[in-house]
């Protein structure tokens, strides 16, 4: 089992930043790939970026609708941010971590409870 709290939503102004934290707590030692997804009202929840970890690498991919705008990092082990800057009222949305595993060929999927971003015009 993996535990995921969210932090650092808010409201800002459009051409603003904000950088959200996830920490990850439990087995984080099955954790293969972290993410943030978003989900704004009447849409479908939608990926923003991941990061994968490859022994002292880590891989990022993007969302095209952010690249150039937000960036996903690992911060150690067990947290990821994602840094959003030039914020536009489309990134309005709540934000979701994602941790995917891998544990004795099992796969499972966490989430966490999700935060708040608000993008004024």
């Known amino acids: 089992q993996v535990q995921l709290v969210e932090s650092g939503g808010g409201l800002v102004q459009a051409g603003g930043s904000l950088r959200l934290s996830c920490a990850a707590s439990?087995?984080?030692?099955?954790?293969?790939?972290m993410g943030w997804y978003r989900q704004a009202p009447g849409k479908q929840r939608e990926l923003v970026a991941t990061?994968?970890?490859?022994?002292?690498?880590?891989?990022a991919d993007y969302a095209d609708s952010v690249k150039g705008r937000f960036t996903i990092s690992r911060d150690n082990a067990n947290t990821v941010s994602l840094q959003m800057n030039s914020l536009k009222p489309e990134d309005t949305a709540v934000y979701y971590c994602k941790a995917s595993t891998v544990w004795l060929g099992i796969l499972s999927a966490y989430w966490g409870q999700g935060t708040q971003v608000t993008v004024s015009s």
């Open positions: 990061i994968t970890s490859g022994g002292t690498i880590n891989y």
């Open positions: 439990g087995s984080t030692f099955s954790i293969n790939v």
